[in-house]
C-alpha cells in the first residue's frame, strides 16, 4: 500500500518540475516576444515611407514602371523560402509553415519538382530538417540556415540581394516565401506569398493629388531612383517576412507553454485527490487491522 | 523646418533643423528652409545636420533616399554601422 502512495508522491514531484520549466518558457518567450515585437513595430515608418515614395514615383511616371523585378517571365525554376523557427515547442507553428510550403508544391509545382527545377532556401532549422528528412529529392539551400542568430538589417539584407541577384541572372523564374505572419501576441497563422516577380498595385491617385505631385523634383531621375528603391522595398520586406516569423515563434510557443502550465495544474490537482484517496485508505486499513487485532485478544 | 532621419531598425533623428547636407547620387547637395519638392537617392557618405541652434551633427550612411515636403524632410538610410 505505501508502494502506491510513493509512486503517486513521486509523480506530484515530477509533474511539478515540468510545470516549473513550462512557466519559465512561457516567460522567457514573453519577454522575447516584446522585444520581437518592438523591432516589428520600429521598421514600420521607414516602410511606409518607402513604399510612400514609390508611389509618388509610379504615379509620376507615364506608362509602365518595369524594373527587372516586375517582369513575368515563363515559370520554368521557383524557390520557395521557408522561414521557420530554430527551435520547437511552440505548437503546431512550424509544423504549420511546413505545410504551407507542401501544398504549394503539390498544387503548383509538382512538375518542377520531379524535374529537378525546385529549390528550398529553408531559414530555421526546424524547416530544414523537415525537408532534408522527408524530401531529400528537392534542392535545398543551406546556407542561411541560421540567419535567425543575426537579425539586423545587413545580414537579412544580404540574403534577400541574394536571391534579388539570382532572380535578375534568371535562376529562378519564380520566387514564394512560406513564414509566419504575426498578427498579435496570440494570433500568428502560416502564410504564403509571391516575392518575386513583383505583384503590381496600381496606385490609387486622385487628380489634385496628381497636381501636388507633378512638383517633384527627381534626382538623377525617375527611373535611377525606381530601380534603386524597388530592391530596397524588398529588402525590407524580406527583413520584414523573418520579423514576423521570429516574433510569431514566440507568441506561439507563450501560448503553448501556457497551456502546458495550465495541464499541469489540472494534473496535480487530480494526482493529489488520488494521494489523499490512497493515504485515507491505508490508514483506515490500520485502523481495522487493530480493531481487529485487538477483538480477537479480547475473545 | 522638420527632419526625420530612420533605418530600417531605428529614428537617427528626428527634430527641427536649419539646413541638411547630403551625399546625392549625382552630387552634394544642401537643403534649407522652403527648399522645393525633391526625391533624390543618396550615396555612401556623410549626413551633415545643422541642427536649430546652429551646431553640426554628422550620421555617416551607406546608401538611402531623401524626399522633401513642404518642409518636411525624411531621409531614409541604411546607417554605416562601423563609424557609430
Redesign the interface.
Known amino acids: 500500500m505505501s508502494g502506491a502512495l510513493k509512486e503517486v508522491r513521486d509523480r506530484i514531484v515530477s509533474v511539478k518540475n515540468t510545470q516549473q520549466i513550462t512557466n519559465a518558457m512561457k516567460m522567457v518567450s514573453a519577454a522575447k516576444l516584446r522585444r520581437a515585437q518592438q523591432?516589428i513595430v520600429?521598421?514600420r515608418?521607414?516602410?511606409d515611407?518607402?513604399n510612400?515614395?514609390l508611389e509618388?514615383?509610379l504615379s509620376n511616371l507615364d506608362g509602365g514602371a518595369d524594373t527587372s523585378f516586375g517582369v513575368e517571365r515563363p515559370v520554368e525554376k521557383v524557390l520557395i523560402v521557408v522561414v521557420t523557427s530554430n527551435r520547437g515547442l511552440a505548437g503546431a507553428f512550424n509544423t504549420n509553415i511546413n505545410k504551407e510550403a507542401l501544398r504549394l508544391i503539390d498544387e503548383k509545382y509538382q512538375k518542377h519538382h520531379e524535374n529537378g527545377n525546385l529549390t528550398l532556401l529553408c531559414i530555421g532549422k526546424k524547416g530544414y530538417d523537415f525537408f532534408r528528412k522527408k524530401y531529400s529529392d528537392i534542392n535545398l539551400i543551406e546556407d542561411h540556415v541560421l540567419a535567425f542568430n543575426d537579425l539586423?538589417?545587413?545580414s537579412i539584407?544580404t540574403i534577400s540581394q541574394h536571391i534579388m541577384d539570382e532572380y535578375e541572372a534568371q535562376n529562378y523564374d519564380r520566387v514564394h516565401v512560406a513564414y509566419g505572419k504575426f498578427k498579435n501576441a496570440a494570433v500568428q497563422f502560416s502564410q504564403m506569398v509571391q516575392f518575386l516577380p513583383v505583384v503590381q498595385k496600381k496606385p490609387k491617385v486622385s487628380e489634385a493629388e496628381k497636381q501636388r505631385r507633378a512638383?517633384?523634383?527627381?534626382?538623377?531621375d525617375k527611373e535611377?531612383?525606381l530601380n534603386?528603391?524597388v530592391p530596397?522595398i524588398l529588402q525590407?520586406s524580406f527583413?520584414k517576412f523573418l520579423l514576423d516569423t521570429h516574433a510569431s515563434e514566440h507568441g506561439a510557443r507563450m501560448t503553448a507553454m501556457d497551456k502546458a502550465t495550465e495541464n499541469a495544474e489540472d494534473l496535480i490537482k487530480e494526482l493529489k485527490i488520488n494521494y489523499n484517496k490512497a493515504r485515507q485508505a491505508a490508514i483506515t486499513n490500520e485502523i481495522s487491522e487493530i480493531v481487529g487485532g485487538a477483538a480477537a485478544l479480547e475473545g | 523646418m522638420n527632419l526625420l532621419v530612420?533605418?530600417?531598425?531605428?529614428?537617427l533623428f528626428n527634430g527641427t533643423i536649419k539646413a541638411v547636407k547630403v551625399p546625392?547620387?549625382?552630387g552634394e547637395?544642401e537643403i534649407r528652409e522652403n527648399h522645393?519638392?525633391?526625391?533624390?537617392?543618396l550615396r555612401k557618405g556623410p549626413v551633415k545636420i545643422t541642427n536649430s541652434s546652429g551646431q553640426v551633427e554628422t550620421i555617416p550612411i551607406k546608401?538611402g533616399?531623401i524626399?522633401v515636403i513642404n518642409n518636411e524632410v525624411?531621409i531614409?538610410v541604411?546607417a554605416e554601422?562601423a563609424a557609430e
Do not use: C, W
Not at chain 1, 215 to 220: G, L, R, T
Open positions: 523591432a520600429q521598421m515608418p521607414y516602410a515611407r518607402l510612400r515614395m509618388n514615383i539586423s538589417f545587413d539584407g512638383d517633384y523634383i527627381f534626382e538623377p535611377t531612383i534603386e528603391l530596397s525590407t527583413h | 530612420l533605418t530600417p531598425e531605428k529614428e546625392g547620387t549625382t547637395f522645393a519638392s525633391i526625391v533624390s537617392s546608401k533616399f524626399e525624411s531614409l541604411q554601422e
